[in-house]
T-cell receptor, first 110, second 116 residues
């Protein structure tokens, strides 16, 4: 099956710093999404981005499908950005058979 | 609009007991999903239902059964619980459009299950 890797596994930032999270996947996909899990366990979808670039406020994401990676950029980080960021990919049945990466745990310090 | 709701929020079972986790969504989504998340790990797909009346296995289906009761509801059943099934279970829904784009997945709050 498809393999998903994320780096770095852990990241500690000072408030206001920028960061880049990476997701590598082992095969072509037709669905890629980024999620944020807050410290209370709630999962929120950030981006649906199987290819190209999208921006939403301080967050943006880029997927280079031909090279099988995606990047999530967080600018001017805030303490509320803390949590775990997951990349998930899918290829079967319109990309619904999702495989999640292990996540990047982000801690933003005040 | 409640989004995706799950019941119960927390459950303790003894090995061998059975239970059903309930999930409902009010967004008129076609697709629904069940995941499990073990401590310090990502989510793993157990089963999903692309549309009412269909179900498919995900990465870790063994020990579970599902029922897509109607468009709104998707239940997960543990017939004989084992300690290895101790986990947090998340339900999600989405509304993929054939061949074009896929709506994001919306997640419920999770059910914490402890099997002793």
């Amino acid at each position: 099956g498809i393999q998903v890797e994320q780096s770095p596994p852990d990241l500690i930032l000072q408030e206001g710093a920028n960061s880049t999270l990476r997701c590598n996947f082992s095969d072509s996909v037709n669905n890629l999404q980024w999620f944020h899990q807050n410290p209370w366990g709630q999962l929120i979808n950030l981006f649906y981005i199987p290819s190209g670039t999208k921006q939403n406020g301080r967050l943006s994401a880029t997927t280079v499908a031909t090279e099988r990676y995606s990047l999530l950029y967080i600018s001017s980080s805030q303490t509320t950005d803390s949590g775990v960021y997951f990349c998930a990919v899918g290829r079967d049945n319109y990309g619904q058979n999702f495989v999640f990466g292990p996540g990047t745990r982000l801690s933003v310090l005040p | 609009n409640a989004g995706v709701t799950q019941t119960p929020k927390f459950q303790v079972l003894k090995t061998g007991q059975s239970m059903t986790l309930q999930c409902a969504q009010d967004m008129n989504h076609n697709s629904m999903y069940w995941y499990r998340q073990d401590p310090g790990m990502g989510l793993r797909l157990i089963y999903y239902s692309a549309s009412e009346g269909t179900t498919d296995k995900g990465e870790v289906p063994n020990g579970y059964n599902v029922s897509r009761l109607n468009k709104r509801e998707f239940s997960l059943r543990l017939e004989s619980a084992a300690p290895s099934q101790t986990s947090v279970y998340f339900c999600a829904s989405s509304d993929p459009v054939t061949g074009l784009t896929t709506d994001p997945q919306y997640f419920g709050p999770g059910t914490r299950l402890l099997v002793l």
